[in-house]
């Protein structure tokens, strides 16, 4: 070897020494990768995995972990084989047992992506089917027999996939509290643990994942696990768990805002552009979320809210199978739960004063919502139907007056379903929780939909139309007009207005584009250019509204298609 080899050959390693002790030492990441070979407060299932991969494959250990995650996104993305990650993640949380990512990663495949294949939607269905025919007056003994074996089996297969279900719910929450057992101090797994426990429960304004909120409130296991190891004086719901974890992750944020020690990841370039982070009062995780304490106490309310509509859920069911007793009970449960919303809501609001307005509009509807359970704890039961359309009435004032207060989205999904329900009991149709274009029902070419309007002419029925997007054109020049056509025929005696409108894409403007009347039963088709890109809703509404009862407002409304 010559003199200026030796020389490079000395050079380079001199560089990728000093890379790596003014690079990489200092950097969040390889700080994490150094706290994983701390083995002191490590379980004893862990231990002996995650010290082998530290021992034997050193710093390699980096470049064996990177290789796993290549191989699980594969499996992943590209072959859905999700039972067999669960093994790679197994490895991956060994090897990095104090990545908070691996236990996040690991807990969703685990509490969705697996969790989701067990639920038992399609025998539940065919359940339904066998039930609707036996109760026929013209079955045969034969096949009355017949339906009752096939729904024997269709109750165990429910069963057991239930039990798949609640194995891979329970497997997921564990995933994360594993992962808080290695960082005490994180609130990321403490929000995701409330996140898991709120979403599972209510993915959607009005729709309560009965199942999970089941297992979640009737299995002592998972109460004690949740609560630190005490168990409450009575069991909790997934939203009540969803606000302690929530007040948990609260608690860290504020402890990590006194100390300045908020956990930051970012690159060389990004540093630079974002300079120092020692003022920053909300902690990012490595995949960019942002973690305030305004955010996190406005979580925490919401779920507050969740329990107190998930209570009016069970209270209505209650009082529909005629246990009044039962559902005056849970109505108070409700009235109190809403109380205590507005209380948070205003919490939220003294703490953090620079907050929107938007909280006080939180706390205004909750305690409305307290004395409208108040109202119904104590109403005679059964409800005649003039005090249910009385409840209608109070139920969509408060809908709309926050949407004319400018906070459509404000937490009114559930009061729009409880809405829809009672509208569908007093004469209204299936489509009924499509009041406003904020939860208008899809129309697809070709697909009728039969609806109705009311139980009065003040209802509206919102439709948003599927419009394929434009062909491709040149940029720089407007989209070329394109028709929207539908068909509509009266069926019953209400005449109806017909109004297309176009939102802007930012989701502020909504103006009206066309508008035309259905009078008599004929089918009338009609073909509405518009400008793309849309998108566009479709209202019809009584020609002549009012509140008088509508004798019948049935009609039946179909998409025609696109043409340019």
């Known amino acids: 070897m010559n003199k200026l080899t030796l020389a490079l050959l000395v050079g380079l390693i001199g560089l990728l020494a000093a890379i790596q002790f003014w690079g990489l030492e200092p950097s969040p990441e390889q700080a994490l990768e150094r706290q994983s070979m701390n083995f002191g407060e490590l379980r004893a299932t862990a231990l002996l995995p995650t010290y082998v991969g530290s021992l034997f494959l050193g710093s390699f250990r980096a470049v064996a972990v990177d290789v796993l995650w290549i191989q699980l996104y594969r499996m992943r993305q590209q072959e859905h084989r999700y039972f067999e990650t669960v093994e790679i993640m197994e490895l991956i949380s060994r090897l990095q047992p104090r990545n908070p990512e691996v236990h996040v990663y690991l807990s969703h495949d685990m509490a969705y992506n697996i969790a989701n294949q067990f639920l038992p939607d399609r025998e539940r269905t065919e359940l339904a089917l066998l039930e609707a025919e036996e109760n026929r007056p013209e079955i045969t003994a034969e096949r009355a027999a017949q339906i009752r074996i096939l729904e024997a089996e269709l109750r165990e297969r429910i069963d057991e996939k239930l039990a798949h279900f609640k194995r891979w719910i329970k497997a997921g929450l564990e995933k994360l509290l594993d992962g808080i057992h290695h960082l005490k101090d994180d609130p990321y797994l403490k929000s995701q643990v409330a996140w898991t426990l709120w979403h599972k429960g209510s ?240 129309l697809w070419p070709g697909r009728p939909v039969r609806a109705t309007l009311g139980p009065d002419r003040t209802d509206a029925d919102a439709y948003q139309p599927q419009v394929p997007r434009p062909h491709a054109h040149d940029a720089s020049e407007p989209a070329p007009p394109i028709s929207l056509g539908f068909r509509i025929r009266r069926t019953g005696a209400v005449d109806l207005a017909v109004t297309l409108y176009a939102l802007s894409l930012q989701g502020t403007d909504l103006k009206p584009v066309d508008r035309f009347d259905v009078r008599g039963p004929e089918l009338q088709e009609k073909w509405i250019n518009v400008e793309p890109p849309g998108p566009y809703f479709l209202v019809v509404r009584a020609a002549e509204p009012g509140p008088s009862p509508s004798e019948n407002g049935s009609y039946i409304l179909q998409f025609g298609g696109v043409k340019q």
């Open 203 to 442: 993915y959607r304004d009005g729709v309560f994942e009965e199942d999970f909120l089941r297992i979640i409130e009737t299995d002592p296991e998972i109460q004690v696990r949740l609560l630190g190891g005490k168990a409450a004086e009575t069991p909790l719901s997934a939203f009540e768990l969803a606000e302690h974890w929530y007040g948990l992750t609260l608690d860290d944020l504020r402890q990590l805002q006194q100390q300045q020690r908020f956990t930051y990841y970012a690159g060389f370039v990004d540093r630079l552009q974002r300079g120092s982070t020692e003022e920053r009062d909300y902690a990012t995780t490595q995949m960019g979320l942002n973690l305030h304490p305004m955010n996190i106490d406005g979580m925490r309310r919401h779920a507050r809210f969740l329990h107190a509509c998930y209570t009016w859920h069970r209270a209505e069911l209650e009082e529909a199978r005629g246990r009044g007793a039962e559902a005056a009970s849970l109505f108070a449960a409700a009235r109190d739960s809403f109380e205590r919303s507005a209380a948070r809501g205003d919490a939220v609001r003294a703490t953090y004063p620079d907050s929107p307005r938007i909280f006080q509009e939180y706390s205004q509807l909750d305690r409305r919502l307290a004395v409208l359970m108040e109202e119904r704890r104590t109403a005679p039961r059964p409800i005649p139907p003039e005090d249910r359309a009385r409840y209608l009435t109070r139920l969509i004032g408060l809908r709309h007056d926050l949407i004319s207060k400018g906070y459509p989205n404000l937490d009114y999904g559930f009061v729009l379903a409880r809405a829809g329900a009672v509208k569908i009991e007093l004469g209204g149709d299936p489509w009924e929780y499509n009041d406003d274009i904020h939860a208008a029902t899809p």
